[in-house]
C-alpha cells in the first residue's frame, strides 16, 4: 500500500488503513518507524516519546485509530486523528496501567455504532474504558458524525470483579460536536445494567440491573470548553449507572435538535459549575433523571426553549434523585419541575431564580417530593397531582404562586409568599394555595390581594386541611373595589385542623 498526503493537510505523518491492512507510523527516539500489519491493530503507542505534528486515518470498521500499550504513557500533540469505519474509535486505551496524553490536538469520527442489537461498538472520538486513563489539554477539537457515537467517552463494566477505575480529564479548552442521531457529547458509563448498552436512551424501560456488584467509577472531568449537540435524540452529558461520575466547569452546553436533552442521568452523578446550559429543540428539558441520580448545578444558567426544566421520572417507585441548584439561573418553557414515580431530594439555594414560561413550578404526578429553597425567588404553581410535595422556604426566599397551588406540607420561615401579582389586568379571580397536610409559619409573610367588595368578592385564599403552627404576618392589598357591606366578611383564610393558634396569622 502507498502512503500519501490527504487533501487539505500540508504537514505531519500520516497513516491510512485499508480493508485488514494497518499501515503505523511512530516517533520512536526520535526517528520514524515503518511497518505493515495484518493484526488489528492501529497506530499503537509502544513506548513513552511522543506522537507530534501527525495526522492518522482508518476507513475500517471497528479500526481505532490510536491505541496505548500496556504499561505505556503515551503523548500526543498537534495530531489529527480520523476514523471513517462503523464502530471505530478515534483514540482508544483501553486497560489498566495504561495513560495517554493528548494536547492541541484534532480527533474526528464519521462512523456510526456497529451491530446494535447485539451491544455493538460506537464509533467515539476519545475513549477510556476499563480501567484507562486519558488527559486532554490545550485546544483540542473532537467531532463525532454518526449515530449512538460519543465525542467523550469513559466507561467500565465490572462483570469481571476487578476494580477498574476509568478516567477522562480536560483541562484548558476541548470543544465537543456532534451531528449524529441519539449521540453523546460527553459520556460516562459504569455498567449500566446487563440488558442495557452504555448508549441507550435514558429513560428506555429495559431493566437496569446487574448479577454483580458494581464497583469501579467511570469518570469524566470536563473543564474549559464547550459540547454541541446537533442530532436528534442526543444528549449534551449523560451518566449511565450506578458510578458513572461527570464533572463540567466552565462549559458552554448546547443540544439543538428534537429529543435532546442537556443532561440525562441514569442512575449516576453530575456536576456542573461556572457554565451555560441551552437547549433550543421540542421534548428537550435541561435535564433528565431516570430511575434516580444526583445533579448539582452552580452559578449557571440554564435555559429550555420549548420543553421542561428538569424532569424525574422512574419505571418502578423504589428509585431516589438528588437535585441541588445553588446560585442558579434556571428558565423553562414549560415545568421547571415535574416528578413522577420517584423520592425526589430538591435544594434551592443561594439566590437561585427558577422560572417557568407556563407559571408550573412543580408538576407531580406521582412522586414523594421534598423541596428545601433558601435565599432564592421561585415563580409559578405547584401542581399535585398524586404523590406528595413538601415545600420549605427559609432565608428570605420569595415564593410568585401566580396560579392555584396545592403542596402537601408548607413551611414558611423568614419568607414571602406572593400568592398572586399585579398582571394589569381586572382582579377577577383570586388564586387559591390549598395546604393539604400541615402548615407552619416561623416569621413568614404572605401577601393576599382581594377585591373589596361584598361576601363574593374575588379574592385569593389560603386553605389548610391540617393544623397550623407558629406565626405568619398577612398584608392584604385592595385589588380594586371601594368596600361594601358584608354577612360573614371575605374570608381569607381557612384552616380545617384540630389545632390553630390564634396568632397564627395575624
Not at 453530575?270 to 434516580?292: F, L, R, V
Not at 443561594?350 to 423541596?371: A, C, H, K, M, Y
Request: net charge negative; glycine share 10%; with cysteine.
Amino acid at each position: 500500500m502507498k502512503l500519501k498526503k490527504l487533501p487539505g493537510f500540508s504537514l505531519g505523518l500520516i497513516a491510512l488503513a485499508v480493508g485488514n491492512a494497518y499501515a503505523t507510523q511512530l516517533l520512536d527516539d526520535y526517528s520514524i518507524i515503518s511497518y505493515m500489519t495484518d493484526e488489528e491493530s492501529p497506530i499503537e503507542i509502544k513506548d513513552n516519546n511522543p506522537i507530534s505534528n501527525g495526522e492518522y486515518l482508518t476507513t475500517e470498521d471497528e479500526s481505532h485509530a490510536v491505541k496505548v500499550d500496556d504499561g505505556v504513557t503515551g503523548y500526543i500533540n498537534n495530531a489529527s486523528v480520523m476514523t471513517s469505519g462503523d464502530g471505530s474509535y478515534g483514540i482508544s486505551v483501553d486497560s489498566q496501567n495504561k495513560v495517554l496524553y493528548i494536547s492541541d490536538s484534532d480527533i474526528k469520527t464519521s462512523g456510526s455504532v456497529s451491530d446494535k442489537e447485539n451491544g455493538g461498538i460506537t464509533a467515539s472520538a476519545v475513549v477510556s474504558e476499563f480501567g484507562g486513563t486519558i488527559f486532554m489539554n490545550g485546544d483540542n477539537s473532537v467531532e463525532s458524525g454518526g449515530a449512538y457515537s460519543a465525542g467523550l467517552l469513559s466507561q467500565v463494566n465490572d462483570s469481571e470483579k476487578m476494580v477498574n477505575n476509568t478516567r477522562l480529564e480536560t483541562t484548558d479548552k476541548t470543544n465537543i460536536v456532534t451531528s449524529g442521531e441519539n449521540a453523546v457529547g460527553v459520556l460516562a458509563c459504569s455498567s449500566p445494567g446487563e440488558s442495557r448498552t452504555c448508549v441507550d436512551a435514558v429513560d428506555d424501560e429495559v431493566s437496569d440491573s446487574n448479577s454483580y456488584e458494581v464497583i469501579s467509577r467511570a469518570d469524566l472531568k470536563m473543564n474549559g470548553g464547550s459540547i454541541t449537540t446537533n442530532g436528534i435524540n442526543s444528549y449534551g452529558a449523560y451518566a449511565n449507572g450506578k458510578k458513572a461520575y461527570i464533572n463540567l466547569d466552565y462549559v458552554a452546553l448546547e443540544t439543538v435538535a428534537d429529543g435532546s436533552y442537556a443532561v440525562a442521568i441514569r442512575q449516576g452523578n453530575i456536576d456542573i459549575k461556572n457554565s451555560s446550559i441551552t437547549t433550543t429543540g421540542t421534548k428537550a428539558p435541561i435535564a433528565k433523571i431516570y430511575n434516580g441520580g444526583e445533579l448539582f448545578f452552580s452559578n449557571v444558567t440554564a435555559v429550555s426553549k420549548q420543553d421542561k426544566g428538569i424532569s424525574i421520572d422512574a419505571s418502578n417507585i423504589d428509585s431516589q434523585a438528588k437535585i441541588a441548584l445553588l446560585s442558579v439561573e434556571l428558565s423553562s418553557a414549560l415545568d421547571s419541575i415535574d416528578v413522577n414515580k420517584t423520592t425526589t431530594d430538591v435544594s434551592i439555594l443561594n439566590r437561585s431564580i427558577i422560572t417557568p414560561g407556563n407559571n408550573v413550578l412543580v408538576n407531580n404526578t406521582g412522586g414523594d417530593l421534598n423541596i428545601i429553597s433558601s435565599d432564592s425567588i421561585l415563580n409559578g404553581a405547584t401542581k399535585l397531582v398524586s404523590g406528595t410535595t413538601t415545600l420549605k422556604l427559609s432565608e428570605n426566599t420569595i415564593w410568585n404562586m401566580k396560579d392555584d397551588s396545592v403542596v402537601t406540607h408548607l413551611t414558611n420561615s423568614d419568607s414571602i409568599i406572593n400568592l398572586s401579582y399585579d398582571d394589569g389586568q381586572t382582579f377577577t379571580q383570586g388564586k387559591t394555595l390549598t395546604v393539604k397536610g400541615n402548615y407552619v409559619g416561623n416569621n413568614g409573610q404572605l401577601n393576599i390581594r382581594t377585591v373589596l367588595g361584598d361576601d363574593k368578592s374575588a379574592t385569593d385564599r389560603l386553605i389548610v386541611e391540617g393544623n397550623t403552627s407558629g406565626s405568619t404576618t398577612v398584608y392584604v392589598k385592595n385589588a380594586g373595589g371601594s368596600g361594601a357591606a358584608t354577612l360573614n366578611g371575605i374570608e381569607l383564610i381557612t384552616v380545617n385542623g384540630d389545632e390553630s393558634p390564634a396568632d397564627a396569622f395575624r
